[in-house]
């Protein structure tokens, strides 16, 4: 016992005297935080719109007001002149013009149905279909507000209601993911290195020659990084339900929970990592190469899982992001309990019972 | 009684087509202080790798302190004390954080053992809060030398001790030595550097894997098997060339201030020849004089043979 205390308190140590180790630590979750929370979110703001308005009149002029109140478009130019719309697309100036007809308001008093051109620039389909989509819930908005008094003839209206994220935000999808990727970045990267680092060192020769068994000194080694990520998880949280207003519904032990069998999982996989490798780099190679790319994209944060070819679906199983990613998702924004997701908890607690033993076992009572 | 006993150990690493040792055998008794002299890559390293249950070898069986290297691996780690060649230590701890680590992973404290330690920790304890990384060449071997002996160990295994550490820090470092010997320690030290052979009680000539000769010091140096010469004159490097030019003499090797030569024939009238021929080949302040072999003498010999 008091050789595993005074093994977790010498790690304890490398980590604090480590500058670099202290940034990976703790500046990369902010920094990706950050990142995914407001640099790379598939929300669109502020996109720039161009609005051919030949009616000019108190109707059309709402409709320009109502969609430059929208957080998503900025009114760029309003014109007449048909033919600058498409010398804007080509510019790139504009992502979405809007046609109003000079009749607009013949056609909204006077005819069954109105209409109102849309035109948008497809190049990138998801920004389009995002942008039309949004012009149409604007318009079908301005459309009830006019017939609020008289109750038109037979209308089918879909109440459309955006369960757990109704401002549809996308911090609400990739916060789940960030704390999945930093949580297994960092632990695995950490621990990965820093039993390699005493291979190159040759502290572990010395250590190999004394009594201390293998079990402690893999256990010695997890713990301070199990303790530090349990930090940076908190750190994250912090972050995104105050900066990226991401909600909490669940509880917050069950959250620990789950994330502390991930964090397991993560420092196992570390360590079989460094168990398999001699030099720093190459840790770290594989580590950031074997984790990061994989996490990134087949957790489904990024990309949606269904979407994918069905090998890399299965593939995707054996990551143990996805299923925290699930996780995660349940508890902070659909406020699920353990009963919802005892089956993706038990699958990372296998994950990480098996991750330890075989680096247990790998752990090498000699050199070479 | 025998603390340590090689048979027939032998281990290659085929990946870089290297036969490390070969063959080798040795016996250290109980308290010795025992020298494996060789230069870099004659296999010393991994003869003590083997000893120190780091590496499996190929063939042949040890013994430290009783206890078999491959089977009872675990009592020999209880028991050594096992100093790398290369500074091994926390960089990152202080002195004493290093000290007081290895001390509790060996199930000890720095007080209990402190006695045997005190001599050498009094050097640096001065610097006990400086970070191990930043002390000097002589005081990190010092450091490297507490932690290895911390624990009380039966046997001690230094390899390379005094490599790269100043000539005041190596004859302080041997003192030590003396003295831990004297406490019934065993002590197996590896060196590169001829001269402190002397300071071993037995020692084993190693080279390219195999053991040239065991023996003590003063042994090894008088069964060198002819009279040795040094000469020198003004011009020491024409002199190498035109002393290896003369069929007389059976050995020449440049040994700094001399070169040290041996004679297919030696007597009083081929050292007059010789300083004749010498003369004739205008060398000036010519100085040929008898001495005692050194061990380098007796190494080099026995590589030749």
């Not at chain 1, 002149?81 to 100036?93: L, P």
């Not at chain 2, 041997?174 to 550097?193: A, F, N």
Request: charged share 20%; glycine share 4%; proline share 4%.
């Amino acid at each position: 016992m008091k050789q595993f205390m005074i093994f977790v308190k010498k790690e304890f140590k490398h980590v604090f005297r480590d500058s670099k180790t202290l940034l990976m630590l703790f500046g990369l979750p902010i920094v990706q935080i950050v990142l995914f929370g407001f640099a790379l979110s598939n929300e669109i703001k502020s996109a720039d719109v161009l609005i051919c308005d030949h009616a000019n009149n108190n109707y059309s002029h709402e409709i320009i007001h109502k969609i430059s109140a929208s957080k998503s478009f900025e009114v760029k130019r309003v014109t007449t002149d048909h033919s600058e719309i498409e010398e804007a697309f080509k510019q790139g100036s504009a992502k979405i013009a809007i046609v109003i007809p000079s009749d607009i308001e013949d056609q909204i008093f006077h005819s069954t149905h109105g209409s109102l051109q849309v035109i948008s620039d497809a190049s990138d389909p998801n920004t389009a279909s995002t942008l039309t989509s949004y012009i149409s819930n604007i318009i079908m908005d301005y459309k009830q507000t006019l017939n609020a008094g008289n109750s038109p003839p037979m209308q089918v209206v879909p109440e459309i209601r955006m369960l757990y994220n109704p401002t549809l935000k996308g911090a609400t999808n990739f916060v789940p993911g960030v704390i999945s990727l930093v949580l297994l970045l960092v632990c695995v990267l950490m621990t990965s290195v820093s039993i390699v680092k005493e291979k190159e060192s040759g502290s572990m020769e010395i250590l190999l020659v004394s009594p201390m068994n293998p079990f402690t000194v893999i256990i010695s080694k997890a713990v301070p990084y199990f303790f530090l990520s349990l930090i940076n998880l908190t750190v994250i949280l912090i972050m995104s339900v105050v900066l990226l207003d991401m909600p909490l519904n669940g509880s917050i032990f069950l959250l620990y929970f789950e994330s502390s069998i991930l964090i397991l999982c993560a420092l196992s996989l570390g360590l079989l990592i460094s168990n398999s490798t001699d030099s720093q780099q190459a840790a770290m190679l594989i580590s950031l190469m074997g984790m990061l790319i994989p996490t990134m994209l087949l957790t489904g944060f990024l990309f949606p899982l269904e979407n994918m070819p069905l090998p890399l679906q299965y593939f995707a199983n054996i990551l143990p992001s996805k299923w925290y990613f699930i996780i995660v998702k349940s508890i902070m924004i659909k406020g699920l309990g353990i009963s919802a997701i005892y089956k993706e908890t038990l699958i990372l607690i296998g994950m990480t019972v098996l991750l330890l033993f075989i680096s247990i076992r790998k752990f090498k009572i000699r050199l070479s | 009684m025998k603390d340590i006993i090689v048979e027939n150990i032998c281990k290659s690493f085929p990946k870089e087509h290297i036969q490390a040792l070969d063959d080798i055998n040795i016996e250290v008794e109980k308290g010795e202080l025992f020298g494996l002299i060789g230069p870099d890559g004659a296999g010393k390293t991994t003869l003590f790798r083997i000893l120190t249950t780091l590496l499996l070898a190929d063939s042949g069986s040890a013994i430290v302190n009783g206890s078999d290297v491959v089977k009872d691996y675990k009592a020999i780690r209880r028991k050594v004390g096992y100093m790398p060649g290369k500074f091994s230590l926390y960089q990152d701890l202080s002195v004493e954080e290093n000290l007081s680590f290895f001390a509790t992973i060996f199930n000890t404290s720095i007080k209990e053992n402190y006695d045997l330690i005190k001599d050498i920790y009094e050097h640096i304890e001065p610097f006990k809060n400086r970070r191990a990384g930043a002390l000097s060449g002589g005081m990190k071997q010092k450091l490297a030398l507490c932690c290895a002996l911390i624990h009380r160990p039966e046997v001690l295994f230094l390899d390379e001790p005094t490599t790269g550490v100043d000539t005041v820090s190596r004859k302080e470092f041997w003192d030590m030595l003396k003295r831990l010997k004297m406490e019934g320690i065993t002590i197996i030290v590896s060196t590169p550097y001829m001269d402190e052979a002397n300071l071993c009680e037995r020692i084993a000539l190693m080279q390219k894997g195999k053991i040239l000769s065991v023996n003590t010091p003063t042994h090894i140096k008088s069964s060198f098997p002819d009279p040795l010469f040094a000469i020198k004159t003004e011009h020491m490097i024409k002199l190498l060339a035109d002393l290896r030019a003369i069929p007389e003499i059976k050995s020449v090797h440049s040994f700094g201030e001399y070169h040290h030569i041996t004679l297919n024939e030696p007597s009083e009238n081929e050292l007059q020849l010789l300083h004749q021929t010498l003369a004739n080949d205008k060398h000036e302040a010519i100085d040929i004089k008898k001495i005692e072999p050194e061990i380098e003498d007796c190494f080099i010999q026995l590589m030749s043979n």
